[in-house]
Nanobody, 122 residues
Framework: QVQLVESGGGLVQAGDSLRLSCAAS????????MAWFRQAPGKEREFIAA???????TYANSVKGRFTVSRDNAKNTVYLQMNNLRPEDTAVYYC????????????????WGQGTQVTVSS
């Protein structure tokens, strides 16, 4: 089992930045592929970014150039730095982990956090 706890969400204005954190516990963090998804009201869960155990990163086109995913294995934490936030970035942001799955499909990840709300006002 892997437990994931997100933090860092909040209410910001368009153009502001936020850094989300996801603290993991329960297994060897460095063995796991990690990802960020988000879900806005009435919409499906959307892939944002992923970072593999070997630090390969992928991004959704909607956030490429604005968001950066990183990990600190010593702290068992994955981060999502979000710059130049837009109102359409408003959603609940979820951290996900999987030993083997990677990429943009939510079904490929076995472990999920509870989510953190990000609200961007115009």
């Amino acid at each position: 089992q892997v437990q994931l706890v997100e933090s860092g969400g909040g209410l910001v204005q368009a153009g502001d930045s936020l850094r989300l954190s996801c603290a993991a516990s329960g297994r060897t963090f460095s063995d796991y592929n990690m990802a960020w998804f988000r879900q806005a009201p009435g919409k499906e869960r959307e892939f944002i970014a992923a970072i593999s155990w070997s630090n390969e990163v992928t991004y959704a086109n909607s956030v490429k150039g604005r968001f950066t995913v990183s990990r600190d294995n010593a702290k068992n934490t994955v981060y999502l730095q979000m710059n130049n936030l837009r109102p359409e970035d408003t959603a609940v942001y979820y951290c996900a982990a999987d030993r083997y799955g990677t990429g943009p499909r939510a079904v490929d990840y076995d472990y999920w956090g509870q989510g953190t709300q990000v609200t961007v006002s115009s």
